[in-house]
């Protein structure tokens, strides 16, 4: 039985590989989640389950193959976090596991994770979502989910929950050290080079269910990291681009919407642009596929001259720095 108090960090999650019926099981939990889709629960089910995974099952499978070639033949977000876990134990000298939202398998996936990173005996445990801004339908949702798993198999272990970090000085450090050591973008900066931040978005319906867990709007929460990260770098206002990307369905969402944004202003200003996605800590099928596979392309056919996409924290030595210092370690 550990001694030390374990942090689990709590992520997205991703499928178990490309295959069709591994992204389609991962889709059907993710969806199913009425966080994620809040409609009445026979008509999410139905909808779910008969239109959008017959539907999207196989351009998304196709989506996660094209994802494992552009991360080197594995997806990437469950690498970046075993790696990150293991080098952040190293540093802090306590247990640290990865644990996926959507794929973990319930209670038994957890106790098998548990037990493979040697912790399940633990009698406290600390829940860091790594989402620096929150919002119902992913910190929260991970936070909640599981809180439920761990009372039902610890109901008397201790939890202590994790904070947002959107804000912090040691994250838009961190971010500002990912582009001064990214081989063009600081240079590209300097040169008077649109600096895009791309957050995901969520629906505008989910603004009234925030505020009941949040005290600070999503938005904005990313527009503070996105002032923050522009005046660390010294971007001029007239140079600094805020935007939403991943919108699902025909609803409306936070906005401007980043697909549409791009190629549209590439296509008007042209010049230089280095994009960086501040709400997503490891890279994913939405910044490496979406973004570095899909929209760089087409806003360099737009008229874009040079487009720079800035990677996530993912397991670098300055995201070990920055979760040791949000967990009072130095």
């Known amino acids: 039985m550990t001694t030390l108090q374990p942090i689990l960090l709590l992520y997205l999650g991703s499928p178990a590989n490309s295959g069709r019926e591994a992204v389609g099981r991962y889709l059907r939990e993710f969806l199913s989640d009425p966080d994620v889709m809040s409609l009445p629960a026979p008509l999410r089910y ?31 977000m469950p690498r970046y976090m075993h790696a990150l876990s293991l080098a952040l134990a190293e ?11 959507y794929g973990l398998g319930g209670e038994m996936g957890l106790q098998q994770l548990l037990q493979q ?9 600390t829940l860091y979502p790594l989402y620096p801004q929150y919002t119902s339908s992913t910190a929260y949702s991970a936070l909640a989910h599981m ?8 109901p008397k272990a201790e939890l202590r929950l994790g904070a ?3 804000n912090r000085p040691e994250y838009i450090g961190a971010l500002r050290e990912s582009v001064l050591q990214h081989p063009h973008a600081a240079q590209l900066l300097a040169g008077g080079a649109t600096l895009v931040q791309s957050f995901h978005s ?4 989910h603004r009234k269910r925030d505020a009941a867990h949040l005290s600070i709007p999503y938005r904005f929460q990313c527009s503070e990291t996105a002032r923050l990260l522009a005046d660390a770098l010294g971007v001029a206002q007239t140079s600094r681009i805020l935007a939403f990307q991943s919108r699902m369905g025909k609803g409306r969402w936070e906005e401007p919407y980043t697909e549409e944004l791009l190629p549209r202003l590439a296509a008007e200003r042209g010049g230089n642009f280095v994009i960086i996605t501040p709400g997503f800590f490891c890279d994913c099928l939405e910044t490496l596929y979406d973004l570095h596979d899909k929209l760089r392309p087409r806003m360099l056919a737009a008229g874009a001259q040079t487009v720079e996409p800035v990677p996530c924290l993912n ?4 995201a070990v ?10």
């Open 164 to 166: 947002p970090f959107y």
């Open 117 to 125: 990173y040697g912790v399940a005996g633990a009698r406290a445990f």
């Open 91 to 101: 540093r802090i000298g306590r247990p640290v596991v990865p644990v996926p939202r």
């Open 321 to 330: 720095e920055l979760l040791c210092s949000l967990f009072g370690h130095s």
């Open 315 to 318: 397991d670098t030595p300055a």
């Open 46 to 76: 139905a909808l779910v389950r008969g239109i959008i995974i017959p539907a999207r099952k196989g351009a998304s499978s196709a989506k996660y193959r094209r994802l494992e070639e552009l991360s080197g033949g594995a997806l990437p």
């Open 147 to 154: 809180q439920g798993l761990l009372g039902r198999l610890y």
């Open 202 to 205: 969520i629906p505008v319906g």
